[in-house]
C-alpha cells in the first residue's frame, strides 16, 4: 500500500468525522424525518468542499502525487472553518440516539476504506472518495442499522413512562395542543394554577412523544399535582400517541393553522390531528378551544361528549375578554363571565387569548379569582414570542420563533399600533414562512402585502422567501427605497444599524431554522 494512499485514508477519516457531524445535525433538525432531510439535501446545502473534494479524488486515481492530497486537505480544512464558524441557532443535542448514531457512521466508513484499500488496488481512492461524497446517505444507512435499537430502547422507555404515569394516582393532566400559541399557553397557564398546585410542565420544546416521555421519566414526582403536556404534531396520529401515554382530562387547542402542510397536506388533516386531543378526553373531561380561530370554530369532526368551553376577543365564547385597551406597556380587559378586570404586561391578541385559555382551566380548578390576577399581572413573554425590549431608545419586539401566518398578522397588528415620531420608522426583519408546501408562495406574497400596509421598511433575510415577499411589498405599494433583502441574519443586522434612529420601533419576525439556509 502506497503511504500517499495512507495518508489520503487518514485525511478521509477527519474529513468524515466533520461531514458525519454536519449531516447529523441536519437530520437531527429534520427531525429524524427522511423526506425533511432530503429536502435540505436536494438543493444541495452541502457541506463546504465536497466539490473541490470530487477533484482531489479524481486526482488522487488517475495521477496520484501530493497535489490531489493538499486538494483533500484544503477540504478538511475548508470544512472545519464551515462548522466551527457557523452560527447554528440550534446546536447538535449529543443525545444517545446521536452518539449512537455516529458510532455506526463512523464505523460503516471505516469498514468501506479499509476494504477498499486492500482490495480495490488503485480504484480504493475512488470508492473512498465517492463514499465521501455520499456521505449524507452513509448517515441514512447508518440510521437504518440502528432503527430496530432505536425501535427497542424508545418501547422500553414509553413503557416506563407510562407505569410512572399509572402509578400517579390524584394527578390532574393538561394538554394543549394548536399550530401555534400552545409554548405561550401552557407557560402562562403553569404560572396561574402554581397559585394552588404543584405543577410540573413538559419543559422548553419537549412537545414531541419522545419528549413527554423523557419529561415524565426524569421529572415527574409523587409530589406534583398538575401535569401540562404541550402536545406538537408534524403528522396525524401524533397527537393521539401522546394522549394514549398519559391520558389527559383537559384539552386545550390554541389555534389551527397552516403549519407544517409539507407533511399534512392539507388544512383538514391539520384540524383533525389537533382535535385528537379533544376526541381523546373522557366523557367527564373538558374541552377548551379558541373560536376565534377560523379552522377551530368550523370544524365539523367533533363526535366527543365532554364538555366544551370556548374562549374569544370577540365575543364568539363562553369566556370573552370585553373593553380591551392595548398600549406599549401591555393590555388592559375585563371578563365577560364575571365582570372582574384583568391588566398584562404582554402584547398582541394571540397572548390575550392564551390568558383567556388559562383563566378557563384555573377556572375548572377552584382557582380563586384573585389570585388569577395576581399571576396574570407578573406573567412575562415567552422568548422569541412577541416580547418586548427597550435599549438606546430603541423599542424591539421579538416575535422570531416559529412564525405562522396568523402569528406574523397579530405581530404586525402590534407593530403598526406603536405611535412613533415623523421621522421614525416601523421596521420588519423576517425571512418569512417554511414548510408550507404548495400554500408557501401565496403565504409569503400575502405576508408582504400585510407588511406594507403595518410597517415603513422592510428587510427581507435569504433567498427561501426573497420572490414571494418582494412580490407582495410590492403590490401593497411599498417604497422600493425602503426595501432591503439580507443574504443573513448578519447582514440584516449589519444594514439595520445604518438606518436606525432613536424611537424607531423594530420586529423581529420569524428566524429560519438552520437546515433551511
Not at 60 to 81: K, R
Not at 144 to 173: F, M, Q, W
Request: aromatic share 10%.
Amino acid at each position: 500500500m502506497e503511504h500517499t494512499s495512507i495518508i489520503y485514508a487518514a485525511i478521509a477519516i477527519l474529513y468524515f468525522i466533520l461531514a458525519a457531524k454536519f449531516d447529523i445535525h441536519m437530520f437531527q433538525l429534520s427531525s429524524y424525518r427522511y423526506s425533511r432531510f432530503f429536502r435540505w439535501l436536494v438543493p444541495g446545502n452541502i457541506i463546504t468542499g465536497k466539490r473541490v473534494m470530487a477533484l482531489a479524488m479524481i486526482a488522487q486515481t488517475f495521477i496520484g502525487g501530493y497535489l490531489s492530497l493538499g486538494i483533500l486537505a484544503y477540504c478538511v480544512i475548508s470544512a472545519w472553518v464551515h462548522y466551527s464558524r457557523e452560527k447554528f441557532k440550534t446546536p447538535l443535542v449529543y443525545t444517545m440516539r446521536v452518539k449512537r448514531l455516529f458510532a455506526t457512521n463512523i464505523l460503516i466508513f471505516t469498514v468501506i476504506m479499509a476494504a477498499s484499500l486492500l482490495c480495490a488496488g488503485k480504484w480504493a481512492t475512488l470508492i473512498i472518495g465517492i463514499t465521501l461524497l455520499l456521505s449524507d446517505i452513509v448517515m441514512l444507512l447508518a440510521n437504518l442499522v440502528n432503527t430496530p435499537i432505536e425501535k427497542a430502547i424508545n418501547r422500553y422507555y414509553y413503557n416506563d413512562a407510562k407505569r410512572i404515569i399509572e402509578s400517579h394516582k390524584g394527578l390532574t393532566i393538561i394538554g394543549v395542543t394548536g399550530s401555534f400559541g400552545k409554548t405561550s399557553t401552557k407557560n402562562y397557564l403553569a404560572s396561574v394554577l402554581a397559585e394552588k398546585y404543584n405543577v410540573l410542565v413538559t419543559p422548553g420544546n419537549f412537545n414531541t412523544l419522545l419528549g413527554v416521555i423523557r419529561t415524565i421519566r426524569e421529572h415527574l414526582r409523587p409530589y406534583h399535582q398538575v401535569f401540562i403536556v404541550e402536545m406538537g404534531a408534524k403528522q396525524p396520529n401524533d397527537i393521539k400517541e401522546i394522549c394514549d401515554l398519559v391520558r389527559p382530562t383537559i384539552g386545550i387547542v390554541t389555534a389551527v393553522g397552516e403549519m407544517h402542510l409539507e407533511t399534512f397536506k392539507s388544512i383538514e388533516n391539520i384540524q383533525r390531528t389537533k382535535f385528537e386531543l379533544i376526541e381523546s378526553l373522557p366523557s367527564n373531561g373538558l374541552g377548551i378551544i379558541n373560536n376565534d380561530s377560523e379552522y377551530i370554530s368550523s370544524y365539523k369532526g367533533l363526535a366527543n361528549n365532554c364538555r366544551i368551553l370556548k374562549y374569544s376577543v370577540n365575543n364568539k365564547g363562553d369566556y370573552n375578554a370585553c373593553n380591551v385597551e392595548y398600549d406599549g406597556n401591555g393590555v388592559k380587559f375585563t371578563l365577560d363571565t364575571n365582570g372582574e378586570k384583568f391588566e398584562s404586561r404582554l402584547l398582541g391578541t394571540g397572548n390575550l387569548l392564551n390568558i383567556l385559555a388559562s383563566i378557563a382551566v384555573a377556572d375548572h380548578l377552584d382557582i380563586p379569582i384573585q389570585k388569577q390576577k395576581n399571576a396574570i399581572a407578573r406573567l412575562q413573554p415567552v422568548e422569541h414570542r412577541l416580547s418586548m425590549s427597550r435599549a438606546g431608545g430603541i423599542t424591539i419586539l421579538d416575535d422570531a420563533y416559529n412564525s405562522n401566518p396568523n402569528g406574523a398578522k397579530m405581530a404586525l397588528e402590534v407593530l403598526k399600533s406603536y405611535t412613533i415620531g415623523k421621522e421614525n420608522k416601523r421596521i420588519i426583519i423576517t425571512p418569512g414562512f417554511v414548510e408550507m408546501g404548495s400554500r408557501q408562495y401565496e403565504a409569503n406574497k400575502y405576508l408582504g402585502t400585510t407588511i406594507a400596509s403595518c410597517a415603513d421598511y422592510a428587510i427581507v433575510v435569504n433567498e427561501t422567501n426573497k420572490e414571494a415577499i418582494g412580490k407582495g411589498l410590492k403590490d401593497g405599494n411599498m417604497i422600493e427605497d425602503n426595501i432591503y433583502f439580507a443574504t443573513s441574519l448578519t447582514d440584516a443586522r449589519q444594514h439595520l444599524g445604518t438606518i436606525l434612529k432613536k424611537g424607531d420601533v423594530v420586529l423581529y419576525e420569524n428566524d429560519l431554522p438552520d437546515n433551511f439556509k
